[in-house]
């Protein structure tokens, strides 16, 4: 986000500053507005970090689900039964 549009978006939100302003006096204000969007970056970044964890745990389990049905109905077969044992050994790295 460019200066500009940091001054607009405080006068929009009421702050006692205008365009004209001392750059001395607003090199403070750059400087919060520096630190809330690195805070929400963070904040969004976890997020998704979050959400990509939880993807790759739920796939994880369905891949060993699945392997447990192969063993279970259609090929008893202990290779089978050791691979959903990896595969859920994984998520425990």
Do not use: T
Not at 38 to 55: F, M, V
Not at 81 to 91: E, L, P, S
Request: one cysteine or more; hydrophobic letters at 40%; proline letters at 2%.
């Amino acid at each position: 986000m460019i200066k500009e549009e940091i001054i607009e978006m405080a006068i929009d939100a009421g702050f006692p500053i205008s365009k004209q302003e001392d750059p001395k006096k607003l090199g403070e204000f750059f400087e919060f507005a520096k630190m809330v969007r690195d805070d929400y970056s963070k904040k969004h970044a976890r997020l998704w970090l979050k959400r990509i964890d939880d993807a790759v745990k739920k796939e994880r389990e369905e891949c060993a689900k699945l392997c447990d049905y192969v063993y279970k109905n259609i090929v008893a077969d202990d290779h089978i039964k050791n691979m959903a044992f990896k595969i859920r050994a994984r998520g425990q790295q």
